[in-house]
């Protein structure tokens, strides 16, 4: 078990890995790191490492569950067993089936289902290292996999949090400001539409404080999002290049 | 958990809410007729069962002696479990919590965790070796709609009813002594569930507004109007003023229900 730190601000306003309060950590998003994936990406948030992969559409299996009208999206979020300080049971638990079913409906309003009827997609997303706010880093992964796999989509889903930490609120909360913070608010947002997807809290926070932190997600969110469109950029026009 | 329901219906519905108003009568943010009665299970420490309009939730709690978690030494345990019993509609079959009832107990855990409203540190016997684990268990009677209020209000309405043994401590082990206390119970958390239906928000859907809505959004009130915890759910979105204005009505309808309580 890691020790307590007193203080998750220091006197000049700054956050245990010296980060202002609104500012992110550094991220690196690759895209299509998996051959036999039909899309896929990765991301690094400070220490998260985490794979998304999406197969399909494809024909529905079971059979049973294919929708006439539309296509099922499925969604499994798990954590490698190694990513975390205690090791933790390869079989998957109560929270990582919740996180799954959120991140499915958060990236749900986004594709436009109806054009495949029958079919499905499955949405892998393995975190292979956590530091805090994972589900909002695999929800951009798994977005811009999805883009990736040639999904039509209304917009690239992505994710950031915020939260309450000696009384600031800061955002892309780190692994220690999530345990040791007073709230979390992980956010989910297709930038275009200007509609939240994902919206979850715990904590403590007044209306005040929690509008403050849900505008700085959103904040959060549209930077997040010029790096997604960055990272597809970078794989599709190279393969531009080899063509010219 | 869907059904069907006719389009009919559906645009019936629709069509009322542009309005201001709902199928069964009520206004946007009204909720159905709510019923609480306490105790009504003599084996559990502690009962209660709420009737939301039809939707019928009866919660349980059951007190043991256990360990506590190794980051908090100190504190007692709180554990939720939902149960999504096949009696209660078609839709819920037997076997293992799916994703649907998982999300119902973490939700309720969350509001009741975050809101602190136990006092779990008065539920600690021997730090780091032995605590009392409360056990909630949720069990859906019938399901008309909104489980997720109805079973944050069950809870709660369980957790305050909870009566603990007197114990005293012979040689290091817990000896049962003559007499109850209660929980030690600090605050009251309130869940409000809105439904969005054709861009309006709802208060309190029935299991019919639940079918056609497009998402979901719940929010745990405590005591003093500060938000503990939120669960969107459903495959559709919210605009951010959307969510502040539900943020706000949530509010005004927990204090509501704190007065109408006397909680």
Same mark, same amino acid.
């Given at each position: 078990?890691?020790?307590?730190?007193?203080?998750?601000?220091?006197?000049?306003?700054?956050?245990?890995?010296?980060?202002?309060?609104?500012?992110?950590?550094?991220?690196?998003?690759?895209?299509?790191?998996?051959?036999? *994936? =039909? &899309? #896929?990406?990765?991301?690094?948030?400070?220490?998260?490492?985490?794979? @998304?992969?999406?197969?399909?559409?494809?024909? /529905?299996?079971?059979?049973?569950?294919?929708?006439?009208?539309?296509?099922?999206?499925?969604?499994?979020?798990?954590?490698?067993?190694?990513?975390?300080?205690?090791?933790?049971?390869?079989?998957?638990?109560?929270?990582?089936?919740?996180?799954?079913?959120?991140?499915?409906?958060?990236?749900?309003?986004?594709?436009?289902?109806?054009?495949?009827?029958?079919?499905?997609?499955?949405?892998?997303?393995?975190?292979?290292? *956590? =530091? &805090? #706010?994972?589900?909002?880093?695999?929800?951009?992964?798994?977005?811009? @996999?999805?883009?990736?796999?040639?999904?039509? /989509?209304?917009?690239?889903?992505?994710?950031?949090?915020?939260?309450?930490?000696?009384?600031?609120?800061?955002?892309?909360?780190?692994?220690?400001?999530?345990?040791?913070?007073?709230?979390?608010?992980?956010?989910?947002?297709?930038?275009?539409?200007?509609?939240?997807?994902?919206?979850?809290?715990?904590?403590?926070?007044?209306?005040?404080?929690?509008?403050?932190?849900?505008?700085?997600?959103?904040?959060?969110?549209?930077?997040?999002?010029?790096?997604?469109?960055?990272?597809?950029?970078?794989?599709?026009?190279?393969?531009?290049?080899?063509?010219? | 958990?869907?059904?069907?329901?006719?389009?009919?219906?559906?645009?019936?519905?629709?069509?009322?809410?542009?309005?201001?108003?709902?199928?069964?009568?009520?206004?946007?943010?009204?909720?159905?007729?709510?019923?609480?009665?306490?105790?009504?299970?003599?084996?559990?420490?502690?009962?209660?069962?709420?009737?939301?309009?039809?939707?019928?939730?009866?919660?349980?709690?059951?007190?043991?002696?256990?360990?506590?978690?190794?980051?908090?030494?100190?504190?007692?345990?709180?554990?939720?479990?939902?149960?999504?019993?096949?009696?209660?509609?078609?839709?819920?079959?037997?076997?293992?919590?799916?994703?649907?009832?998982?999300?119902?107990?973490?939700?309720?855990?969350?509001?009741?965790?975050?809101?602190?409203?136990?006092?779990?540190?008065?539920?600690?016997?021997?730090?780091?070796?032995?605590?009392?684990?409360?056990?909630?268990?949720?069990?859906?009677?019938?399901?008309?709609?909104?489980?997720?209020?109805?079973?944050?209000?069950?809870?709660?309405?369980?957790?305050?009813?909870?009566?603990?043994?007197?114990?005293?401590?012979?040689?290091?082990?817990?000896?049962?002594?003559?007499?109850?206390?209660?929980?030690?119970?600090?605050?009251?958390?309130?869940?409000?569930?809105?439904?969005?239906?054709?861009?309006?928000?709802?208060?309190?859907?029935?299991?019919?507004?639940?079918?056609?809505?497009?998402?979901?959004?719940?929010?745990?009130?405590?005591?003093?109007?500060?938000?503990?915890?939120?669960?969107?759910?459903?495959?559709?979105?919210?605009?951010?003023?959307?969510?502040?204005?539900?943020?706000?009505?949530?509010?005004?309808?927990?204090?509501?229900?704190?007065?109408?309580?006397?909680?």
């Amino acid at each position: 078990m890691s020790q307590k730190p007193e203080k998750l601000i220091d006197k000049k306003g700054l956050r245990l890995d010296g980060r202002k309060p609104d500012e992110l950590r550094p991220i690196k998003i690759e895209v299509g790191v998996l051959s036999n *994936a =039909d &899309g #896929s990406a990765y991301i690094e948030q400070g220490k998260n490492k985490i794979l @998304a992969a999406v197969f399909g559409p494809k024909e /529905m299996h079971p059979k049973h569950l294919a929708l006439p009208d539309r296509m099922v999206l499925r969604c499994r979020y798990h954590m490698a067993p190694f990513s975390v300080q205690e090791r933790k049971s390869p079989a998957p638990s109560r929270r990582e089936i919740e996180l799954s079913k959120v991140i499915r409906e958060s990236l749900e309003p986004s594709v436009f289902i109806e054009y495949y009827p029958r079919t499905g997609i499955d949405i892998f997303i393995e975190v292979l290292q *956590a =530091d &805090g #706010s994972t589900r909002c880093a695999s929800i951009t992964a798994a977005s811009v @996999a999805m883009a990736d796999a040639g999904i039509p /989509m209304r917009d690239l889903v992505v994710a950031c949090s915020a939260g309450k930490v000696d009384d600031a609120i800061v955002i892309d909360l780190m692994d220690t400001e999530d345990k040791q913070g007073s709230a979390d608010v992980p956010v989910a947002l297709m930038p275009n539409q200007n509609a939240i997807t994902l919206l979850q809290m715990d904590g403590n926070l007044t209306l005040e404080e929690f509008e403050k932190a849900l505008n700085l997600t959103l904040e959060g969110c549209r930077k997040i999002y010029a790096m997604q469109k960055e990272a597809l950029k970078a794989k599709y026009v190279s393969v531009k290049e080899v063509e010219e | 958990m869907a059904s069907v329901i006719t389009r009919v219906k559906q645009k019936q519905i629709v069509q009322l809410i542009a309005k201001g108003k709902r199928l069964d009568g009520r206004g946007l943010t009204d909720y159905r007729e709510i019923k609480v009665e306490q105790g009504t299970i003599e084996r559990a420490e502690g009962s209660a069962r709420v009737l939301l309009g039809r939707t019928e939730v009866l919660v349980g709690t059951k007190i043991e002696i256990g360990q506590p978690f190794p980051d908090t030494p100190n504190e007692g345990v709180l554990t939720v479990n939902a149960e999504l019993v096949p009696l209660a509609s078609s839709t819920f079959e037997p076997g293992p919590p799916d994703e649907n009832s998982i999300e119902i107990a973490r939700v309720v855990d969350r509001g009741i965790r975050e809101s602190k409203a136990i006092d779990l540190e008065k539920l600690c016997i021997e730090p780091g070796k032995k605590v009392f684990v409360v056990f909630v268990d949720v069990y859906v009677l019938n399901h008309d709609g909104n489980l997720i209020d109805a079973s944050a209000l069950a809870a709660l309405a369980a957790l305050l009813n909870t009566k603990m043994s007197n114990y005293e401590i012979e040689e290091g082990e817990v000896k049962i002594k003559p007499g109850h206390t209660s929980l030690p119970m600090r605050r009251h958390p309130i869940t409000v569930t809105f439904a969005k239906i054709n861009d309006k928000l709802i208060v309190d859907p029935w299991l019919e507004e639940e079918q056609i809505m497009d998402a979901r959004l719940s929010m745990a009130i405590d005591d003093d109007g500060n938000i503990c915890a939120i669960q969107k759910g459903g495959s559709g979105y919210f605009a951010p003023e959307q969510v502040l204005e539900a943020a706000k009505i949530a509010r005004e309808k927990a204090e509501e229900m704190h007065k109408k309580l006397e909680l």
